[in-house]
């Protein structure tokens, strides 16, 4: 039984690295040939620099919800602050700000002398409204927004008022600031969206306020209607670059020869337990099983490397993620299979459920069973199609489960651990743990990693999850057309001005 599971394994890892397009981080570049000199055509004009857009979907970068679309946003739109690969605020539109001593009040100052690119000036009350409509029920970022209680603004200011302390609050606030609801609104960014339905270009801003240089004075804008035309219009050139979720539900094939350039996102990858019944009832039993996690295969393979191990809900290149802690939690199979056995439990039933509808998540969890299996335990692996797996999850139908979400750039985990929490299937309270996330949201930036670290002691005692790795972002470009990229979580055209364009 054991080597048919790994033989599953092994296809599957094989189909993943297959679908991905390159082989690793970055594809290999096309061979030279010799040039024909035979003919007299002259070689072909290099393709302009392009990127996708759905004409038919709004572009409004808080309503709108197609992915190439709001790839455009950051040529567009520009936010208060922007957040880095290291997970640290930058002051973008806002200048300064202070908090209230109890962190529930904050002012923003904004920058002065910005104006929207039909001239319009980024005052308090335009920023205040852009705020309210991201904190509405229609945006994607209302989840984010959902502490927020009130917005408002007068001349150079805007007031945020919160229902819980929180010291980060400028990581939540890399929203990109639009000038009304309309679905091609005005941005303070350095292009303008200008032309026809099939004819629609990118143009630099004359009077941008950052004055930065720019890799392109226009960016032509490719019409596309549906995936597989997208997906034909990069393979050929036509589309210079796309951002993508490689190990997503529904990933797209892309193809040919392509340069990756990955970058660390929020998206955490963890299995969960269920702590009400069952065998993972008593947190000894769930720090035994956590051992058996081997997260540097997981990574490697069901996601082919475009993830980053983290045995902590904190994302490695944070300041927040302690190398420490983590290494309690490594993978030792001989130790969980020493731990169990003390505990009269080694050789258990125990039922794992998976979405089956992300090929990445279902390869993850059979090799989680693998892994479980391995040092002793027997696993029954439940594949179900997303509606019955959140269902499963609803009635507590599971022993274990390999869950993702998508986490704030603070890294709130009040959802997940509360008490009460809508993300918490598995049914873990202790209020304690609401005690230490609370005095991390409360925390200076200095005090947030001793923080978080008194929070990672007590979750290493109970376990209510057993974090595996945070999923990474990809940013596809044809070979050799572009040099430059820093991408960063929400903003793929990060440090622009650095960009070359051949």
């Known amino acids: 039984?054991?080597?048919?599971?790994?033989?599953?394994?092994?296809?599957?890892?094989?189909?993943?690295?297959?679908?991905?397009?390159?082989?690793?981080?970055?594809?290999?570049?096309?061979?030279?040939?010799?040039?024909?000199?035979?003919?007299?055509?002259?070689?072909?004009?290099?393709?302009?620099?392009?990127?996708?857009?759905?004409?038919?979907?709004?572009?409004?970068?808080?309503?709108?919800?197609?992915?190439?679309?709001?790839?455009?946003?950051?040529?567009?739109?520009?936010?208060?602050?922007?957040?880095?690969?290291?997970?640290?605020?930058?002051?973008?539109?806002?200048?300064?700000?202070?908090?209230?001593?109890?962190?529930?009040?904050?002012?923003?100052?904004?920058?002065?002398?910005?104006?929207?690119?039909?001239?319009?000036?980024?005052?308090?009350?335009?920023?205040?409204?852009?705020?309210?409509?991201?904190?509405?029920?229609?945006?994607r970022f209302a989840k984010r927004l959902e502490t927020v209680t009130g917005v408002t603004g007068e001349g150079e200011e805007v007031t945020l008022t919160l229902s819980r302390p929180n010291a980060s609050l400028p990581l939540l606030l890399d929203i990109p600031i639009a000038l009304g609801e309309r679905e091609r609104p005005a941005g303070t960014g350095p292009y303008v969206l200008q032309g026809a339905e099939e004819n629609l270009t990118l143009s630099a801003r004359a009077g941008w306020w950052q004055r930065k240089s720019l890799p392109a004075q226009t960016i032509r804008l490719r019409p596309v209607s549906k995936s597989d035309e997208m997906v034909l219009a990069f393979d050929s050139g036509d589309v210079?670059?796309?951002?993508?979720?490689?190990?997503?539900t529904n990933a797209l094939g892309y193809l040919g020869n392509y340069e990756i350039w990955d970058y660390?996102?929020?998206?955490?990858?963890?299995?969960?337990?269920?702590?009400?019944?069952?065998?993972?009832?008593?947190?000894?039993?769930?720090?035994?099983?956590?051992?058996?996690?081997?997260?540097?295969?997981?990574?490697?393979?069901?996601?082919?490397?475009?993830?980053?191990?983290?045995?902590?809900?904190?994302?490695?290149?944070?300041?927040?993620?302690?190398?420490?802690?983590?290494?309690?939690?490594?993978?030792?199979?001989?130790?969980?299979?020493?731990?169990?056995?003390?505990?009269?439990?080694?050789?258990?039933?125990?039922?794992?459920i998976v979405n089956g509808e992300n090929p990445a998540k279902v390869s993850a969890a059979q090799l989680i069973a693998y892994q479980l299996?391995?040092?002793?335990m027997q696993v029954t692996l439940r594949e179900l199609t997303f509606e019955d797996f959140t269902a499963a999850l609803s009635r507590g139908d599971f022993d274990l489960y390999l869950g993702e979400v998508v986490l704030p750039a603070d890294f709130s985990l009040f959802a997940l651990l509360s008490p009460g929490g809508e993300l918490n299937y598995g049914g873990w309270t202790f209020w304690e743990c609401y005690t230490l996330l609370l005095e991390l949201a409360q925390a200076e930036e200095a005090d947030r990693p001793q923080a978080?670290?008194?929070?990672?002691?007590?979750?290493?005692?109970?376990?209510?999850?057993?974090?595996?790795?945070?999923?990474?972002?990809?940013?596809?470009?044809?070979?050799?057309?572009?040099?430059?990229?820093?991408?960063?979580r929400e903003n793929v055209f990060y440090e622009l001005e650095n960009w070359s364009v051949q």
Not at 295 to 315: D, G, K
Not at 373 to 376: K, L, P
Request: net charge negative; hydrophobic share 40%; proline share 9%.
């Open 1 to 139: 039984m054991r080597q048919h599971r790994l033989l599953i394994l092994l296809l599957s890892a094989l189909l993943l690295l297959s679908a991905c397009g390159g082989t690793g981080p970055a594809a290999e570049p096309p061979p030279e040939e010799e040039p024909d000199i035979s003919q007299g055509d002259p070689a072909p004009a290099p393709l302009p620099f392009t990127l996708a857009i759905y004409p038919e979907y709004s572009i409004h970068p808080v309503l709108g919800a197609n992915r190439a679309n709001l790839t455009l946003a950051p040529l567009l739109y520009e936010p208060l602050f922007q957040v880095d690969n290291s997970f640290q605020a930058r002051p973008v539109l806002c200048q300064s700000w202070t908090a209230s001593e109890d962190k529930l009040t904050w002012t923003l100052t904004l920058r002065s002398g910005i104006t929207f690119s039909d001239g319009t000036p980024l005052t308090g009350e335009t920023v205040a409204a852009a705020l309210e409509l991201a904190r509405g029920e229609n945006s």
């Open 240 to 248: 210079s670059l796309v951002d993508v979720d490689l190990m997503g």
């Open 264 to 352: 660390p996102t929020t998206d955490l990858i963890y299995l969960g337990f269920n702590t009400q019944t069952g065998v993972c009832r008593t947190p000894q039993v769930r720090q035994a099983l956590a051992l058996a996690l081997d997260r540097e295969a997981i990574v490697q393979v069901p996601y082919a490397s475009h993830a980053v191990p983290a045995a902590l809900p904190f994302h490695p290149a944070s300041a927040l993620y302690d190398q420490t802690l983590a290494d309690r939690l490594a993978y030792n199979p001989e130790e969980m299979a020493s731990r169990l056995e003390s505990r009269r439990v080694l050789g258990r039933e125990l039922t794992l």
């Open 373 to 376: 299996e391995s040092a002793g």
């Open 452 to 488: 978080a670290a008194a929070l990672c002691e007590f979750l290493l005692e109970e376990v209510p999850i057993a974090p595996i790795c945070f999923k990474n972002g990809s940013v596809l470009a044809q070979w050799g057309r572009l040099s430059g990229l820093n991408p960063v």
